[in-house]
Nanobody, 117 residues
Framework: QVQLVESGGGLVQAGGSLRLSCAVS????????MGWYRQAPGKQRELVAR???????NYADSVKGRFTISRDNAKNTAYLQMDSLKLEDTAVYYC???????????WGQGTQVTVSS
């Protein structure tokens, strides 16, 4: 059974930083493209950042230059470093794993990030 467990969310003031972690079990981690998505109240879930097993990344325009996605294949963990946080970054952040061998997609339970003024 594949499990994704996020941690690191919380309340932070605008301009501050948070680091999210996503620990993956039950799947060969390096065979997954890892992504972070977010969903704000009343809005659709959107892609924030994605990283391939080889380390190639892409970001939503709204977070470029502020957020950094990374992965540690030895620890089966993906990270999202969020700097210069803005009020509009407030959302539930979800970790996503896309297995490149069989196309299976997995989601974490989500972690709340709240940015205050």
């Amino acid at each position: 059974q594949v499990q994704l467990v996020e941690s690191g969310g919380g309340l932070v003031q605008a301009g501050g930083s948070l680091r999210l972690s996503c620990a993956v079990s039950g799947s060969i981690f390096r065979m997954n493209v890892m992504g972070w998505y977010r969903q704000a109240p009343g809005k659709q879930r959107e892609l924030v950042a994605r990283i391939t097993s080889g380390g190639s990344t892409n970001y939503a325009d709204s977070v470029k230059g502020r957020f950094t996605i990374s992965r540690d294949n030895a620890k089966n963990t993906a990270y999202l470093q969020m700097d210069s946080l803005k009020l509009e970054d407030t959302a539930v952040y979800y970790c996503n794993a896309n297995n490149i061998l069989n196309g299976a997609i997995y989601w974490g339970q989500g972690t709340q990030v709240t940015v205050s003024s």
